[in-house]
């Protein structure tokens, strides 16, 4: 299993929101090269990075922070928030981006996704984000009535080879992840799953390694210090 730390950017800082709640940003770090230079000495070879601004407006926002870090650090770097067409998908994957995070557009035009994945493969992730089992869009700002495991199973039937689930409820809450939900997805497609929301300490880390999942992504726990990278990754490997 993979562990990703993850930065996520608003208004060009590195910030965490609770619940996906943006009046609850408060910065967690200072400067997000050093921090991703953290996470290289801690062992990490994945870095999850979000645009939060480019995922409430819809566009890229934070675009060349993500490529520095892709083009400046050994880092593979996954890339989300605000990807809205194939111009983005390819400045971002020419940029030295790893792998690019479809959220929205999975529900609101999958078209898009079918024709990156044509394109660029398993470079292609998709990010189901649910609240209460239903899934969220726009930066978490609407809700929908599809189920998160209908739509990862029609993402699968185009080819999505990964998707990165996260519970909003258990998002920056250090609560724990989702384990019933997380089984369940598992159990239902044959992507490659990676757990997001709620990490809280190794107990979290290891109990994603049972179920089998590709990765699990750690924000919060990081910034806190109930999580230590590099026994995470140690544990993972």
């Not at 730390?5 to 800082?13: H, L, S, T, V, Y």
């Not at 969220?136 to 009535?145: F, I, K, M, N, Q």
């Not at 490659?192 to 979290?204: C, E, K, L, P, Y």
């Not at 999942?213 to 590099?230: A, E, R, V, W």
Request: hydrophobic letters at 40%; one cysteine or more.
């Amino acid at each position: 299993m993979i562990i990703l730390p993850a930065i996520d950017i608003k208004d060009g800082n590195c910030v965490r929101l609770v619940q996906g709640d943006y009046g609850t940003a408060h910065k967690v770090a200072e400067d997000y090269m050093k921090t991703a230079q953290s996470f290289i000495e801690a062992g990490a070879e994945w870095i999850h990075m979000v645009d939060l601004d480019g995922a409430k407006d819809a566009k890229p926002v934070n675009t060349s922070i993500f490529l520095d870090v892709a083009k400046n650090t050994s880092l593979e770097v996954e890339v989300g928030g605000g990807i809205r067409n194939l111009d983005t998908i390819e400045l971002y994957l020419t940029g030295g981006v790893s792998r690019v995070i479809l959220g929205s557009v999975a529900l609101k035009n999958p078209e898009l996704v079918e024709q990156a994945v044509k394109e660029y493969g398993d470079k292609i992730a998709v990010g189901i984000d649910a609240k209460n089992g239903f899934v969220a869009v726009e930066g978490w700002l609407d809700s929908s009535r599809v189920n998160y495991i209908a739509l990862a199973q029609e993402m699968q039937k185009m080819g999505v080879k990964t998707i990165i689930f996260t519970d909003i409820s258990k998002d920056g809450t250090l609560s724990g992840v989702n384990q019933e939900q997380l089984q369940a997805l598992h159990d239902a497609v044959s992507c490659h799953i990676i757990a997001s929301g709620g990490v809280h300490s190794m107990t979290d880390i290891i109990a994603c390694a049972n179920m089998g999942l590709y990765g699990t992504i750690c924000g919060k726990s990081l910034y806190q210090g109930t999580l230590n990278l590099k026994e995470a990754i140690t544990y993972a490997i």
